[in-house]
């Protein structure tokens, strides 16, 4: 399991300027170093869309359907954290014997998605602090500090532990629950006076056992100001095949933020996500 373990190890390398910052109260930390961060937390965007496939999807598509249909599904994505997934229309070549088939496909664009979603909104959308409580556990060592705290109670309780420096990067992210327990890496580089993550190694635990460990890697592009993924490289490695890397890529295009949205508290069938659907007003 050497290999698996290693993914959490890459150095992390940023620009000096921000890392030379003096330690300041926690306090002061946690209200300042979000600004240091690129992410749509502290911007004037309450929403955006995109559409997005997988390189599993596209060559799927190839195969079997009209290769044009490359992007079954669009996220709609608010500032609150929801996430909605609209699904796009069908080719016209999409049979009725055929269409069960599709969908199966389409829903492993959006398993694969909804995982990369949840660490890109932790890293990138939304800086580390915002999610820390006031009464999080803080403690300072020489050259980190480290933050505890619980999410919910009882069996369901989650406890995060977060692992920055004294100007306030973030070196990784601890979560366990139950039994099972996952660590994240993010690294980032300076970008234009502030932090930008292009990327997270990722290792699964079972007890203490590694059982599974993920590369991700982004690629990214500016549009309207903001820092947005066009890329995700994806490496999974599992305790199981440990001599075999399976890999994956997803992408995104077509960026729209702003939209004017309304909710439909019953979503029709064009919808592919829970729960009510945005739409454009």
């Not at 398993?111 to 803080?138: K, V």
């Not at 990214?220 to 001599?243: A, C, E, G, T, Y």
Request: hydrophobic share 35%.
């Amino acid at each position: 399991m050497k290999r698996i373990c290693t993914l959490g190890l890459m150095a992390i390398w940023v620009g000096t300027s921000l890392l030379a910052q003096g330690r300041m109260p926690w306090k002061d930390l946690k209200t300042k170093a979000p600004h240091y961060y690129h992410t749509l937390e502290n911007s004037d965007v309450q929403n955006f869309s995109c559409l997005f496939t997988s390189s599993t999807f596209v060559d799927y598509a190839k195969q079997h359907f009209d290769s044009s249909y490359a992007y079954p599904l669009k996220l709609v994505w608010l500032k609150e954290g929801r996430a909605y997934y609209i699904l796009q229309p069908f080719p016209d070549s999409v049979t009725e014997e055929n269409k069960r088939d599709l969908l199966r496909a389409i829903q492993a664009v959006k398993t694969q998605f909804q995982g990369c979603l949840m660490d890109w909104q932790n890293f990138l959308l939304f800086s580390p602090f915002i999610d820390i409580p006031g009464n999080a556990r803080i403690s300072y060592g020489p050259d980190s500090i480290d933050v505890h705290y619980q999410v919910g109670e009882g069996l369901s309780a989650t406890r995060v532990e977060k692992l920055f420096t004294p100007a306030g990067l973030l070196l990784r992210v601890t979560v366990q629950m139950g039994n099972k327990t996952i660590k994240n890496y993010p690294f980032y580089r300076e970008v234009e006076g502030k932090w930008l993550c292009t990327g997270w190694d990722s290792q699964i635990y079972e007890g203490r056992e590694i059982v599974s460990g993920i590369a991700t890697r982004l690629e990214f592009r500016k549009i309207h100001n903001n820092w947005m993924p066009v890329r995700v490289d994806l490496m999974v490695q599992s305790k199981q095949s440990p001599d075999q890397k399976f890999t994956s890529t997803l992408f995104l295009k077509d960026y729209l933020f702003n939209l004017a949205l309304q909710e439909i508290p019953n979503p029709q069938s064009g919808s592919s996500g829970s729960g009510s659907t945005p739409e454009k007003k």
